[in-house]
């Protein structure tokens, strides 16, 4: 039973297309995450945000924007997409900031072409 | 920021035998040491992990060890199964954030 949510858990796209990845934490969490995953790259942080609020952005392109509308859910929106972006994002929470367990949902596995 | 080296990349062994993975890292700063096990197609799962005020903790067949002084720790599994088989990661954190930064991997081969 995931306390994560994640959805899509695949995702095709167009490129130049914009997706939103969905994410929902029922861990009881007050920060999530979002990590990308390629063939190229280990996993990698992108964002984190604590109840609701921007800490930490390490994506230098403006074109992923996560979207915190409930304490539980951060998605992601990504513009103007790339065959680059290609990659599995997973979206992660923890009780507290620093040196807690991190959780990480199933990912959402996007392709674009 | 924080770099974290990870080797070896691909580790083949013996069912029964042990298994080691090393990690080093940059920042002194870091404080926390996760480390994750992924399995194919699925999310990476918390197995043990150390913090910067133990030098070795162990749980389960799995012991860490950390030498903050070289800026190195480590992961040995005993007994391996062929369960254990799986991409491992080594991690690190320095800020209040959780921004975890990981090494690029260990596929861990386990043979019967």
């Known amino acids: 039973d995931p306390k994560i949510i994640q959805k899509p858990k695949y995702l095709v796209a167009v490129t130049g297309s914009e997706k939103i990845l969905i994410c929902e934490q029922y861990l009881g969490h007050n920060a999530m995450y979002w990590y990308r995953q390629s063939a190229k790259k280990p996993l990698e942080f992108m964002f984190s945000?604590?109840?609701?609020?921007?800490?930490d952005n390490q994506t230098a392109s403006s074109r992923f924007q996560p979207q915190s509308s409930k304490k539980n859910h951060l998605d992601l929106q990504i513009t103007a997409l790339k065959p680059d972006d290609s990659a599995t994002y997973f979206c992660?929470?923890?009780?507290?900031?620093?040196?807690?367990?991190?959780?990480f949902g199933k990912g959402t596995r996007l392709t674009v072409v | 920021g924080e770099q974290v080296e990870q080797l070896p990349s691909i580790l083949r062994v013996q069912e029964g035998s042990s298994a080691s993975i090393n990690c080093t890292y940059e920042?002194?700063?870091?404080?926390?040491f996760p480390w994750y096990k992924q399995e194919p197609g699925e999310n990476p799962k918390l197995i043990i992990d150390?913090?910067?005020?133990?030098e070795r903790k162990q749980t389960q067949g799995l012991i860490v060890l950390l030498d903050k002084k070289a800026k190195r720790f480590s992961l040995h599994i005993t007994d391996t199964q062929p369960g254990d088989s799986a991409m491992y990661f080594c991690a690190a954190s320095n800020s209040g954030y959780n921004k975890l930064t990981f090494g690029k991997g260990t596929v861990l081969l386990v043979s019967p």
């Open positions: 920042n002194s700063a870091s404080n926390y």
């Open positions: 945000y604590s109840y609701q609020k921007l800490m």
């Open positions: 992660a929470s923890s009780q507290g900031q620093g040196g807690t367990e991190v959780f």
């Open positions: 150390i913090r910067s005020n133990m």
